[in-house]
């Protein structure tokens, strides 16, 4: 893992004393522990391991600093973009087979969360109205089979790029199959459940603007995926105020599923998505 990735991570812009690295250490560790999040055992696997080799890449950066200092860049987009030049270097290519395989696997997914997003979908009210409720059987069958092709590639290839885009697949299927949260005492948390509704169609908005731009009017465009860090920092903020229950799973899983966007947006750039 690269610095500025490491540095985002703890959500630092530059150097900080060890104690206080230690400390952050400590907090990260004790939020994302897999005994923390049951829920997404493997998610919290996968977090731990990028705390750790984050911790062990500013830890040695700290002890060893280079000659001259490194600029450490402000924009997080940025940042997954430098991630993703790395990615593409290092990474073996798909066999033509391959490829054709991850393309119909792929494609199967879109298809349906084009369905999903078309008819409006993520209102969870719009899912029992007439035709919309056939179009969201349909949409949760493509999903469902996009993600199990998917997964059944990365069984059998363990490439890199599967398991990113299986993430992505996985956690995208999850949150479209949870029913509408009932949360209990919602007045007093009114405006914080809010603030996440909207990060939650901010980041809809998103991957509407990245894999179906057309359903964003043209002077819109441009503006979703500007907000999306916004959208990272109401997921966190929401995960850590409540500590447990269907709120601090919901939490859990819009972080998850942040991150694994913006790997997805990383293979995108660099050309390693289907066309």
Known sequence: MDIRRSLSTFRLNGRVPVQQLNSLFRELVKKYHPDKVRDYPDWANERMSEINDAYETILEWLENPPAESEKIAENHWEDHKTDARSFHT??????AELEIQFQLAFDKFLNGLE????????????????IRRFRFREASRLIMEGRN???????????????????FVRLTAADIGIAKPNFYKKEPFHKIDM???SARRDFDDAIKEIFFPEFIPNHLRGRAKIKLYTCFATFVLYMSIFIRGERHK??????????ALMDLIGLKDWGLLPD
């Open 90 to 95: 290092e990474v073996a290519p798909l066999s």
């Open 115 to 130: 369905i999903y997003y078309q008819y409006g979908l993520e209102n969870h009210e719009y899912r029992q109205e007439g």
């Open 149 to 167: 092709k998917l997964e059944l590639l990365l069984k059998n290839y363990q490439h890199p790029i599967f398991r990113i885009v299986a993430r």
């Open 195 to 197: 603030r996440l509704n």
């Open 250 to 259: 919901i939490g859990v899983l819009m972080t998850a599923r942040y991150d």
